[in-house]
């Protein structure tokens, strides 16, 4: 007698067109950011060519080039290998803290969940910009730097995603009977919190790695981000501001990266949410 496989959430995510279509613009710019990393790009993104200055695209340069001579397709990469180093690092650290703390917040209540929720609301009351922006000017402008005020701006997120699962679930009839059966608290954490709080995580890393890459492109646009004469897409799209109306190709491909990449990363958001909900799922 055979068996129905039972679908996983994988098998639901590949279900979504909108999925599929993120997770393939998403592997594009990190498969191009491995190119950057190992040193493969066509032409160094450092190297400078006054001759060669602001060539419209063509098979040697193939996004053209800058003011200085410089490879844009290069420099390209070169900077989405960077706010991807940085969005990585950021959500990672505010992942790992946030659900830390709003696991331990919604378990424990009290006095301890109080202050996990107003210092999480203090940082809610800053614009998300101007408190990356005062962060990395007291830090300093590099990517490490970068990367901590991004992720404290993103902590309080996670530490509200987690939490609220944490809330509902624990006042749960079955978890209160294992408590009563005796349970320690970390078996209870593992086994019946954890798992209801790892969907909507999941999904929120996902929105948070797009929403760090635009937030580090800010940084850098303004001036705060990674400093020249090294790549940073942010800074790219500054520098290029005033070239915009003769030499459109050094505005437009990083503006276009940027976008290719947030665009992806929100699809792939939106196809983790749709396979990782159960109502969704029974709906489609």
Do not use: C
């Given at each position: 007698m055979k068996t129905v496989r039972e679908k996983t959430w994988i098998n639901y995510y590949f279900k979504s067109t909108s999925g599929i279509v993120g997770l393939?613009?998403?592997s594009v710019m990190i498969t191009l950011s491995i190119v950057s990393a190992f040193s493969l790009a066509p032409i160094d993104p450092l190297e400078q060519n006054p001759i060669s200055a602001l060539q419209g695209p063509n098979s040697t340069y193939w996004f053209g080039t800058d003011q200085f001579g410089r490879d844009i397709f290069s420099?390209?990469?070169?900077?989405?290998?960077?706010?991807?180093?940085?969005?990585?690092?950021?959500?990672?650290?505010?992942?790992?803290?946030?659900?830390?703390?709003?696991?331990?917040?919604?378990?424990?209540?009290?006095?301890?969940?109080?202050?996990?929720?107003?210092?999480?609301d203090v940082i809610f009351a800053f614009p998300a910009i101007l408190l990356a922006?005062?962060?990395?000017?007291?830090?300093?402008?590099?990517?490490?730097?970068?990367?901590?005020?991004i992720a404290i701006v993103y902590t309080p997120i996670f530490i509200r995603v987690a939490r609220g699962p944490v809330l509902t679930v624990?006042?749960?009839?079955?978890?209160?009977?294992?408590r009563v059966l005796g349970f320690s608290t970390p078996r209870i954490l593992i086994r019946h919190l954890m798992p209801n709080v790892f969907a909507p995580i999941v999904v929120q890393i996902a929105l948070s790695l797009s929403w760090a890459i635009?937030?580090?492109?800010?940084?850098?646009?303004?001036?705060?981000?990674?400093?020249?004469?090294?790549?940073?897409?942010?800074?790219?799209?500054?520098?290029?501001?005033?070239l915009a109306a003769f030499a459109w190709w050094a505005l437009a491909f990083p503006s276009?990266?940027?976008?290719?990449?947030?665009?992806?990363?929100?699809?792939?958001?939106?196809?983790?949410?749709?396979?990782?909900d159960p109502a969704r799922r029974s709906s489609g």
């Open positions: 393939f613009l998403v420099r390209s990469i070169d900077g989405m290998r960077r706010s991807l180093s940085v969005a990585i690092l950021s959500v990672s650290i505010a992942a790992l803290v946030g659900v830390f703390l709003g696991v331990i917040g919604g378990l424990f209540g009290g006095w301890i969940d109080n202050i996990v929720v107003r210092s999480s922006l005062a962060i990395v000017n007291s830090l300093g402008n590099s990517w490490i730097d970068t990367s901590i005020a624990k006042e749960m009839d079955y978890v209160k009977s294992v635009l937030t580090e492109s800010g940084l850098s646009f303004l001036g705060l981000g990674t400093q020249p004469p090294d790549a940073s897409l942010g800074l790219m799209v500054s520098e290029a501001q005033p276009i990266f940027i976008t290719v990449v947030v665009v992806g990363l929100n699809l792939v958001g939106d196809g983790l949410r749709d396979a990782l």
